[in-house]
């Protein structure tokens, strides 16, 4: 079995900094591309920034220039930090991660972690 606990979030301000973090734990075999989603009250959910099983960052247009996404293969984590908050980035955040298990195939399945509420004062 795969979990993914996020932490960090909270209440933020406008102009701040937030750092979130996800940690992957069980029965591993790899992980390939680990992911940071928001969701904003009656809105799709949205892909915010990648990261590669290599390092490679790839991020999308509401947070290019303010995030930097990274990860520590030998922790299985991977953080988000989000930085010139805007009260548009109140959202739900979300790590995602595609995993291949320990006497599964050698494909992977997504799983998610909980779930944390970022909320920017303006």
């Known amino acids: 079995q795969v979990q993914l606990v996020q932490s960090g979030g909270g209440l933020a301000q406008t102009g701040g900094s937030l750092r979130l973090s996800c940690v992957v734990t069980?029965?591993?075999?790899?992980?390939?591309?680990m992911n940071w989603y928001r969701q904003a009250p009656w809105k799709e959910p949205e892909l915010l920034a990648s990261?590669?099983?290599?390092?490679?960052?790839h991020y999308r247009d509401p947070v290019k220039g303010r995030a930097t996404i990274s990860r520590d293969n030998a922790k299985n984590t991977v953080d988000l930090i989000l930085n010139n908050l805007k009260p548009e980035d109140t959202a739900r955040y979300s790590c995602?991660?595609?995993?291949?298990?320990?006497?599964?195939?050698?494909?992977?399945?997504?799983?998610w972690g909980q779930g944390t509420q970022v909320t920017v004062s303006s």
């Open positions: 995602s991660a595609d995993v291949a298990v320990v006497g599964g195939s050698w494909s992977t399945t997504e799983y």
């Open positions: 069980g029965s591993i075999l790899r992980i390939d591309n």
């Open positions: 990261i590669s099983r290599s390092g490679r960052p």
